[in-house]
């Protein structure tokens, strides 16, 4: 059962050590078939190194497995939650990737400092609040895809032109139209987390890129008059 989507999940899952996003198992990829209303979400706890296609594990959007010898990951809550809510998207990442994880930790959402960011996401990347004792103890992860969604509507963020997201005291998540471009945000955030965190070593009282180049460089690789590329 979605032997190719299976296959493309594995791959992206891989990617994750390859870039340097995980240490040991903290981390996973899921994609869905908006057709069939399937995902494939990465196994719970199953080392890298041993990790085969065939270990992917198919769900469906009521949080039931309907194929896989293992559980799926811890996480498959937060990931079935932001493929009801973001309509749009493919693919879901959460890792624990350091630069990003320790803007989380420290609740702060990451400003715009310039072009790499903006080429990617459009304005800061948000930190959402913590979840609350009552939020945790009854449906935890659930609660977290709960939390990112009903944010990003109470801000008026548009979840396609900002991809990604950090929880307080937890780590990113990110989404793009398959897998593999969520991974894709997801290396993204964490280079964006690296710089920005230096670049305010650099300069303390540094100010956000101005609004002008972020538009120039948001919109030149997104939207109808996007020229970037080929």
């Given at each position: 059962?979605?032997?190719?989507?299976?296959?493309?999940?594995?791959?992206?899952?891989?990617?994750?050590?390859?870039?340097?996003?995980?240490?040991?198992?903290?981390?996973?990829?899921?994609?869905?078939?908006?057709?069939?209303?399937?995902?494939?979400?990465?196994?719970?706890?199953?080392?890298?190194?041993?990790?085969?296609?065939?270990?992917?594990?198919?769900?469906?959007?009521?949080?039931?497995?309907?194929?896989?010898?293992?559980?799926?990951?811890?996480?498959?809550?937060?990931?079935?939650?932001?493929?009801?809510?973001?309509?749009?998207?493919?693919?879901?990442?959460?890792?624990?990737?350091?630069?990003?994880?320790?803007?989380?930790?420290?609740?702060?959402?990451?400003?715009?400092?310039?072009?790499?960011?903006?080429?990617?996401?459009?304005?800061?990347?948000?930190?959402?609040?913590?979840?609350?004792?009552?939020?945790?103890?009854?449906?935890?992860?659930?609660?977290?895809?709960?939390?990112?969604?009903?944010?990003?509507?109470?801000?008026?963020?548009?979840?396609?032109?900002?991809?990604?997201?950090?929880?307080?005291?937890?780590?990113?998540?990110?989404?793009?139209?398959?897998?593999?471009?969520?991974?894709?945000?997801?290396?993204?955030?964490?280079?964006?987390?690296?710089?920005?965190?230096?670049?305010?070593?650099?300069?303390?009282?540094?100010?956000?890129?101005p609004s002008e180049?972020?538009?120039?460089?948001?919109?030149?690789?997104?939207?109808?008059?996007?020229?970037?590329?080929q």
């Amino acid at each position: 059962m979605l032997e190719e989507l299976k296959q493309q999940v594995f791959e992206a899952n891989m990617l994750l050590p390859k870039y340097g996003l995980v240490t040991f198992t903290w981390g996973n990829v899921s994609a869905i078939d908006r057709e069939s209303g399937l995902f494939v979400i990465k196994p719970s706890g199953v080392p890298y190194e041993t990790m085969t296609a065939e270990d992917m594990v198919v769900m469906d959007l009521d949080g039931n497995r309907v194929e896989g010898k293992y559980k799926p990951s811890s996480d498959t809550p937060t990931h079935l939650i932001l493929y009801k809510r973001f309509p749009n998207i493919g693919g879901v990442v959460h890792t624990h990737s350091s630069y990003a994880t320790s803007w989380a930790q420290s609740g702060r959402s990451i400003p715009c400092y310039g072009t790499t960011h903006a080429d990617y996401y459009y304005g800061a990347i948000p930190c959402v609040r913590c979840l609350n004792k009552q939020e945790i103890e009854s449906d935890y992860e659930t609660n977290t895809g709960i939390l990112i969604a009903d944010s990003f509507d109470a801000e008026k963020i548009d979840y396609e032109a900002v991809p990604g997201v950090l929880c307080k005291n937890h780590g990113p998540f990110t989404w793009g139209k398959d897998a593999h471009e969520a991974v894709h945000n997801a290396v993204v955030l964490e280079e964006v987390a690296k710089m920005a965190y230096r670049t305010e070593i650099i300069n303390k009282n540094v100010l956000p890129a101005p609004s002008e180049l972020q538009d120039k460089h948001y919109f030149r690789k997104h939207g109808k008059n996007a020229y970037y590329g080929q």
